[in-house]
């Protein structure tokens, strides 16, 4: 995790929904340097005895940040669920189709999402995301592709439909307005997830359950896109792959339901914590 305001954030792992241990002193962030000399695995015995002899700090009321700093790129995975691709109207594809999100989006878990302006059409979306551990470049098979990962954290893919889709066909537009990528609470290493290709997700808005779905019907599987992804591009310590979305976005409802400020979102995923957001206009 990483705690405490805005660009001040400070490395942490957490051990339980209300403490941690603050590793500032052994990793200056979690960034793309973090993540390639070795990762979470740097910090198993110092954390070990830290928590041994006592060295626990309280969240409080403490902000609670991305849990990476700002990755190289944030790639993303569109219509990788049947059902999500049907609602849309669009379809299924036979191949990942990827886009990419600005990387200063990120944002952490509960942090106010701002509509931007001249927003018609603002939506959500609960996806899984994927950190990369290491350079990655022509991975072998799907094998090289899991010890390629870091760990796994939950995202919301905020997006703006009009500018998405009615702007001149880039998607990059409606997914890359400030603050449209929440990530966390926590980074989850694949040790501590028996089966990410079997997680449980879910979003409400305003306290109604609008999204629900798995990871199981996911398209193309996170193995699959990481080795996919790395035969086009070179995949860098800390990038960020969001996989795609269930069915219940706002603009799969008929007549659709857009964001609108005042808003709450609530989100999360199995076993990678949970995320609430309010909605404001941007000024």
């Known amino acids: 995790m990483r705690i405490g305001p805005a660009g001040q954030e400070k490395p942490a792992v957490r051990l339980d929904d209300t403490t941690y241990i603050d590793v500032s002193d052994i990793a200056s962030d979690f960034d793309e340097r973090f993540f390639a000399?070795?990762?979470?695995?740097?910090?198993?015995?110092?954390v070990a005895e830290r928590r041994r002899v006592g060295a626990v700090t309280s969240f409080g009321d403490q902000r609670i940040g991305p849990p990476i700093a700002r990755p190289h790129q944030i790639l993303?995975?569109?219509l990788n669920y049947r059902d999500h691709a049907m609602e849309t109207g669009q379809a299924v594809p036979d191949e990942p189709i990827v886009f990419n999100k600005a990387p200063n989006t990120?944002?952490?878990?509960?942090?106010?999402?701002?509509i931007p302006r001249g927003s018609t059409k603002p939506d959500w979306e609960v996806e899984l995301g994927v950190v990369v551990g290491r350079r990655c470049r022509y991975l072998a098979d799907e094998q090289e592709a899991a010890a390629a990962i870091a760990g796994y954290v939950l995202v919301n893919d905020v997006s703006e439909r009009?500018?998405?889709l009615e702007?001149?066909?880039?998607?990059?537009?409606g997914k890359s307005a400030e603050t449209f990528n929440p990530?966390?609470?926590?980074?989850?290493?694949?040790?501590?997830?028996?089966?990410?290709?079997?997680?449980?997700?879910?979003?409400?808005v305003n306290g109604v359950r609008?999204?629900?779905g798995s990871t199981a019907t996911m398209l193309f599987g996170v193995t699959y896109l990481v080795h996919y992804l790395s035969q086009f591009m070179v995949l860098e310590p800390g990038d960020l792959i969001n996989t795609g979305t269930p069915p219940g976005v706002g603009m799969g409802f008929n007549p659709p339901i857009w964001l609108r400020p005042g808003d709450v979102m609530a989100l999360?995923?199995?076993?990678?914590?949970?995320?609430?957001?309010?909605?404001?206009?941007?000024?």
């Open 37 to 46: 000399s070795g990762g979470p695995s740097l910090l198993t015995e110092a």
């Open 76 to 78: 993303c995975i569109g």
């Open 106 to 114: 990120l944002v952490g878990p509960n942090d106010t999402v701002y």
């Open 162 to 164: 009009a500018f998405q």
């Open 167 to 173: 702007r001149g066909g880039q998607w990059v537009k």
């Open 183 to 204: 990530c966390g609470p926590h980074l989850v290493t694949p040790d501590e997830v028996a089966d990410v290709n079997n997680l449980d997700m879910w979003l409400d």
């Open 210 to 212: 609008r999204q629900k």
């Open 268 to 283: 999360g995923i199995e076993n990678l914590g949970t995320q609430r957001q309010v909605a404001a206009a941007a000024r």
